[in-house]
């Protein structure tokens, strides 16, 4: 993500020659190819529609940048460039921006680990607990399988922090806990402490925390840091021994592992890698070609066929005239054998109604016909009226069951007594004889209806088979008609399938040697890190009397601190040094006794001298350092400080970069997030975000322009 170069300004430099450019890469590519650590090539955000990408390689070639400057408006996402480069080199969180959370899923960095390119990737949204790492680059067509790191413990051999490390000459490296007490515990160092020496982010520059003051232990751990990484911690020796040591365990282990998956290739006889890809190039190559082959067969048998169109069509039809009466056929078996047992218990039902009504005409306990009194015959039944007898006239409260009326009783009826929802007792009568008429109804339509399907199912069993010796007659006729005409090509067929195969046997094979190789390697490439980490250790180990003095370590930082505050024409610049706690000093006091802007050049100045010494005293530092925000307070920006806005030019400190990188840091990287850089680094600005809709790239992320 690249922005165009805009034209320059009078007095800046013009733009590279496609030569120029090609000599500086040569130049920095050699002087980078001997020496340990990590370069930063590109950074790619993997988002849901699409992805967005910033590039820090020299235009035309795979070697990073030695400055690269990301420019542009307040608020698009300068600093978050800055932010996932850390947070794929291990830092425990990403930017949280509503725009990536929504965007963006994983972050992807391509570096170089002492000359060889790999790749980084994290998941973005909520941190990640693991990184995955493989050989290669961006964009590589056949992608190596994915070693996975986990992110904690830092300690763990298989961690992300200890294969970065490793390239840095710092794996195994143990931090104590409380340096100044001989039986202190240690902690192992992780590739996120020494990111202290390779970000200098925006809040770090003028806050008064640059030596982490607020957090004792913190501070303490980042002076062991710096010792370590000049070589000139306490018990250097002990330490180196005991590195050796370990480090002498994980090679046995891993040759042991290398051995092992090469006997186990070697008894296979898969031959070497050149010939086993060649064998799935040829697998490929076979494969293709046989499905060709294979539609272009298919294609001459319809064309030779095409005179039996009318019989196909008329063997569908029939087909699918069979399938239906079939269908058609099931269903009504089906419902025969559900209606036929409904059938029966319908009749069970009438003959129990048929039973209870009979039973009430022969048991009614009272059939009252005359006036016991007077032996009048009564005109009817005596039962229950408006709450009385109609043969006593006594006044009923509730009736009772043995108060049934006979007449009721004789008919075939029942009645009970419930009461209503206002509270009045009812009779909710139950009629045997209604509900038995109801019954043979219902049994009458279900026999009518079990006939009609018992006859209907003679017919549609003929026609099912009349329907299916129709199709088997279609099919035979087509097959007839075509035999002639497709039995060319029936053996060919038969050999394209059979080739298809073979090929596809072949390619799985192939592939899955080809795995088995890549396995080899992995474990050959740790082999051959291991090795020289531990040739590199046994090398300091040898050295270990020559260790170099901490004071003229601290010597030489401080005397490039002040040499480049002076080149930068720091006011009244007096009294500047860094003392043995690293803490630099302006005029005799403590940095935190400085201005805003004085804090920011102070800032700046320290970790350049750190980063500068290091590096030319082939020191253990990563190579690289990204700085966010140089003009902090010195003219860009909310608050600037009076005291250096005008004195200090912003100029002079691109210029010190691009002087000590072009001769005593060739090879060495360095990153800067910058709002608005000077005309004179207009060629190493990578991106410039406009933060117009407009004018693209809008920012970091380019779609969100909202």
Partial sequence: MRAPKEPAANGAPQAMSIKDQADSASDIKQAASSRQGIRVLRLRLKGVDRDYEVDFRISKSDVARSV???AGAFSTGKSSVLEFIAYCLGASHHPQHPEILRKVRSALLEVELSGQPHVIERAVGEPSTAAFVRPGRLGEIEIPPMEKRPIK????????????LSYCGLEGVELKEAPTQPESGTDPLSFRELQWLCFMPNERLDDKNLLFESAHMKKLKLRQVVDVVFGVHDDKAVELGSRIKELETRLSRARSDYATTQAFIDEQELGTRIEVELIRDEAERASAETERALANLDSQVRAASTFATDLRTRHRDASRRAQQTAALLRDRETQLRRFVPLRAQYADDITKLTMLAEARMLFDPLQVKVCPACLTTLRG??????????????????PTAEQTPASETRNGSTSATVAGSDGIMTEAKFDVSSELRAT??????????????DAELGRLRVAAEEAEVEEAELARAVDSATNEAVSPFLSQRDDLMQHRQTAAATLERARTAIKMFDSLDRRGATVTRLEASLKALRGELEQATMQPDRNDVIHRISERYASILTSWRYPKLEQAFV??????????VSYTHASSGGRTLISLAWILAIFEIAWETGSAHPGFLMID?????????????ADFADSVAVADFYKHL??????????????VVDNAPPASVENDIVVRFSRRADQPPYGLIEDEVS
């Fill in 579 to 588: 003392d043995t706690n690293l803490v630099p000093h302006m005029r005799g």
């Fill in 381 to 398: 039944a005596p039962h229950i009226a408006d709450g009385q007898c109609t043969l006593c006239t006594s006044e009923i409260t509730a």
């Fill in 629 to 641: 925000s140089p003009q902090k307070n010195l003219g860009q920006g909310g608050d600037r400080d």
């Fill in 658 to 671: 691009h002087d000590w990188l072009a001769s005593p840091g060739a090879g060495a990287q360095i990153l």
């Fill in 68 to 70: 690269s400057v990301i």
């Fill in 153 to 164: 413990p830092a300690g763990d051999p298989a961690s992300l922090s200890s294969l970065l």
């Fill in 440 to 453: 043979k109804a219902r049994l009458a339509e279900i026999t009518q209806y079990v006939e009609e399907l």
